[in-house]
């Protein structure tokens, strides 16, 4: 089946730190992979996408790249902000599915000054 | 780009009351919307597939005749809690997509607080 394992969290970081997510997913074909970020008390915001292995998604300093050999879509950011603490989740949207997004369980992000 | 309304933000009522919840594409037509449960500190569980048109198709588990769904238009999707109780407090999203493909985009999501 589709599924998708993600960093656990909470992770805590000064300011200007560097940042990674680990997100890795399991899936029939070629999926398209998906960052959410969810601030408190709100819906969900895309963050980034990538539909094909090697694309890398990018938006508001974060990245990440669609490696198939090792079925991971890992976020990052060089240097993190306070106004980056969210909630982030990786998610996936199967080949020729019903369009059903399969989430990870997020990981909250805590950015201290 | 694309924006997905959701009404209310809030709800507070008491036990045996019916709540509407509705979720409506902005600028672009959703033949399809998604309706979403998160409990706190939790992801998020998918409930239902809103079609226009046509029957929602429910998740396993979630109970149809609990909560309704209602694909009335291109635009607009309405989940009702039938009936509810403490058991269905929680936050509801949902999302919506311009077509095969395409990035969902969510709602700002509803709280319930059944008293």
């Known amino acids: 089946g589709n599924s998708v394992t993600q960093m656990e969290g909470p992770v805590t970081l000064s300011e200007e730190a560097f940042l990674t997510i680990n997100c890795t997913y399991t899936?029939?074909?070629?999926?398209?992979l998906f960052w959410y970020v969810q601030y408190p008390g709100e819906g969900l915001q895309l963050l980034l996408k990538a539909t094909k292995a090697d694309d890398k998604g990018s938006n508001k300093g974060f990245e990440a790249t669609y490696r198939k050999e090792t079925t991971s879509f890992h976020l990052e950011k060089g240097s993190v902000q306070v106004s980056d603490s969210a909630v982030y989740f990786c998610a996936l949207n199967p080949q020729g599915g019903s369009e059903k997004l399969v989430f990870g369980k997020g990981t909250k992000l805590t950015v201290n000054p | 780009g694309a924006v997905v309304s959701q009404h209310p933000s809030r709800v507070i009522c008491k036990s045996g009351t019916s709540v509407k919840i509705e979720c409506r594409s902005l600028?672009?037509?959703?033949?399809?919307m998604f309706w979403y449960r998160q409990f706190p500190k939790q992801s998020l569980m998918l409930m239902a597939t809103s079609n226009e048109g046509s029957k929602a198709t429910y998740e396993q588990g979630v109970e149809k005749d609990k909560f309704l769904i209602n694909h009335a238009s291109l635009t607009l999707s309405t989940l009702t809690v039938t009936s509810a109780h403490p058991e269905d407090s929680s936050f509801y999203i949902c999302s919506a997509h311009q077509g095969s493909g395409q990035p969902q985009h969510f709602g700002d999501g509803t709280r319930l607080s059944i008293l």
């Open positions: 600028d672009f037509q959703a033949t399809t």
């Open positions: 899936a029939t074909g070629y999926p398209s």
